[in-house]
């Protein structure tokens, strides 16, 4: 095995004290994710926070005012539900991040020190997670591996039936409240980018189908919450973008909700199930609006500019909601009835320190106007700065106006940030997401490419110090840059990067190898010189620049095996390179590696540039 060159950890990564502690003390700020009540019993609630160090699950009774750390993993533990009665927490166990596991439950007043956790449905087969829903007599499990697809009911504590299994991708996407219905996301036609709803009893039997053809999914957001109302909300793209619709599945009717709203839609239930609580994503950002059903009437709620993550309705019509923007830390919030807007839950500690706003642009490129977000040091000079152009994971995803840790990070060391909403990203219409489909890869680094020549045409970027840099997706589109662009990168990081591609679907996770034979239209064995020509490690013998490459050694997604085949061809020609790998899987939930992962970025950059 080639043994490579490790990347340099920083002592410091400024030499001014307070400046070294500002960038550290952002990651360390303790955060907590939007919590989950239980649908009976509202006092008690589930979330998860960094607090420990390390992203666990935890549970807050409203009442007692009680916080309650419920995992303790060295890796972490981010997917946890609550029972509909608040009696029981749910959370999956997989081993060293790896996402390869089983669900277990535990109560929710905690566990004796010396008992494990109890499994959700015994025998159930571990696996990914394929999606969960609990009900008050019937649990419902999905898990996904290389066989395909399983989903297990289990009734009154009795042992799992199996419901559903298919070879292909599929997922748990909605109990009804009655617990007579479950909605089954699949993609049985071969598309797991598009999928159909199926609704089946609970017993398995067939009720209804749905399916919009080739290139329009559909999402199953949720069942009413009201017993024996069997309507289902759902999300489609029918017209372009996401929207939303109401589908009675036991009658098999459908009502299409239009709403005079630019950009996607998303939504949850108001308790009574006569409202709607509307997410509205446009140009990186979020509003949030009611929508009556009955009335057909759209009223906007007064919450901050910038982004909201996740939001829901209490049974008292509070919406709480987290929320942060580029310049603010994120916070969970609540809006009152009457209006009023408090924050809702402070974790303990500092709040992290905030950092500069984005500014927008919208720079033409071959498939239209690509979106870009500007991050810039409020005291860089008037002239060109060194810029790290950065690219989102997904692809299905976006960069948004929402605090990040690690854009502030370069901010602070004196660099301009731009993320790129390249062709590929979410949030611009199902033609913008879909139209990286049969080249992937080369199609989005057209608009960097594109981005690029704005910003050192428009004297943003230095084009003798432009770096690009990424993870996961981002990770890939990165080296994919330092191949195919090698004249415009002064430096490029790698992060959990698919760097052969080949190698890549052969060990990745099953739903993963859908997912590309839906976006390439075959596999490797039917496409072989798609997949070669989308590779990074088809350009490896064109890159120029110095490569940072890290990687996780338990990642099911992007598998260490197919990043040591480029770093040993690296090797092989000679090329100034450096690596880190961590155990765990793709991406860290500690916050000390995060720290460590940004610190090696910033500083490889910055001796790369002369800049330190």
Request: charged letters at 25%; one cysteine or more; aromatic letters at 8%.
């Amino acid at each position: 095995m080639t043994k490579h060159p490790a990347a340099e950890e920083p002592e410091h990564l400024f030499t001014d004290a307070d400046e070294d502690a500002r960038w550290r003390a952002r990651f360390r700020a303790a955060r907590v994710s939007l919590p989950e009540w239980a649908r009976d019993a509202p006092d008690r609630n589930v979330y998860t926070s960094n607090a420990s160090g390390v992203w666990e699950t935890y549970a807050w009774d409203r009442l007692t005012g009680n916080h309650r750390q419920v995992t303790d993993r060295p890796n972490g533990t981010y997917n946890s539900t609550i029972s509909p009665d608040g009696e029981h927490i749910w959370w999956f166990a997989d081993t060293d991040g790896d996402e390869f596991g089983s669900w277990v439950v535990e109560p929710f007043a905690g566990r004796p020190v010396d008992a494990d956790p109890s499994p959700a449905i015994p025998e159930v087969p571990r696996g990914y997670p394929a999606g969960v829903e609990i009900g008050q007599s019937i649990n419902v499990i999905g898990i996904s591996n290389d066989d395909g697809t399983t989903i297990v009911v289990a009734r009154d504590g009795r042992p799992g039936q199996v419901i559903y299994a298919n070879e292909h991708d599929a997922g748990v996407a909605a109990l009804s409240r009655d617990e007579q219905y479950l909605a089954i996301a699949h993609s049985e036609h071969g598309d797991n980018r598009h999928t159909a709803l199926r609704v089946v009893t609970t017993g398995g039997e067939a009720v209804a189908d749905r399916w919009d053809g080739k290139g329009k999914g559909l999402d199953a957001i949720g069942f009413s919450p009201v017993a024996g109302d069997q309507r289902l909300l759902v999300l489609h793209e029918r017209h372009g973008r996401e929207e939303l619709l109401i589908w009675d599945v036991v009658a098999d009717t459908e009502t299409e909700i239009r709403l005079e709203l630019p950009g996607e839609l998303s939504a949850a239930w108001y308790p009574d199930g006569r409202s709607l609580l509307v997410s509205h994503t446009h140009q990186a950002r979020n509003t949030l609006h009611r929508y009556e059903i009955e009335s057909d009437s759209l009223s906007l709620l007064d919450t901050p500019a910038g982004t909201v993550g996740s939001a829901g309705v209490r049974p008292d019509g509070t919406i709480e909601y987290s929320w942060s923007s580029a310049a603010e830390p994120p916070m969970i919030r609540a809006l009152h009835v009457d209006g009023t807007d408090r924050v809702l839950l402070t974790p303990p500690g500092d709040r992290a320190p905030g950092s500069v706003n984005l500014t927008d642009a919208f720079v033409p490129s071959e498939g239209g106007d690509v979106h870009a977000l500007i991050a810039r040091p409020g005291n860089a000079p008037d002239g060109p700065l060194p810029t790290v152009f950065s690219l989102h994971g997904g692809p299905h995803s976006a960069d948004e106006d929402r605090f990040s840790a690690y854009r502030a990070a370069w901010v602070d060391a004196g660099f301009a940030v731009v993320h790129v909403n390249y062709r590929g990203s979410t949030g611009y219409g199902s033609a913008w997401r879909d139209a990286i489909e049969g080249r992937p890869g080369l199609t989005e680094l057209a608009d960097v490419a594109a981005v690029h020549k704005w910003a050192v045409s428009t004297g943003l970027a230095d084009p003798d110090r432009c770096v690009v840099a990424g993870a996961s997706w981002g990770g890939y589109l990165s080296l994919l840059a330092a191949g195919v662009q090698p004249d415009k990168w002064a430096a490029v990081v790698g992060g959990v990067p698919v760097a052969d591609y080949l190698a890549a679907y052969e060990d990745e996770m099953e739903p993963l190898r859908a997912f590309d034979r839906a976006l390439f239209g075959g596999s490797p064995e039917e496409l072989p010189d798609l997949y070669k020509e989308c590779s990074p490690m088809t350009y490896v013998d064109n890159v120029r620049a110095p490569i940072l490459v890290w990687a996780g050694e338990n990642d099911p997604r992007c598998p260490i095996r197919q990043i040591d085949n480029y770093l040993d061809r690296l090797a092989e020609r000679g090329a100034r390179y450096e690596e880190f790998r961590y155990d765990a899987g793709h991406g860290s939930l500690v916050v000390s590696e995060m720290i460590k992962q940004v610190g090696i970025e910033v500083y490889f950059v910055l001796r790369v540039l002369g800049m330190r």
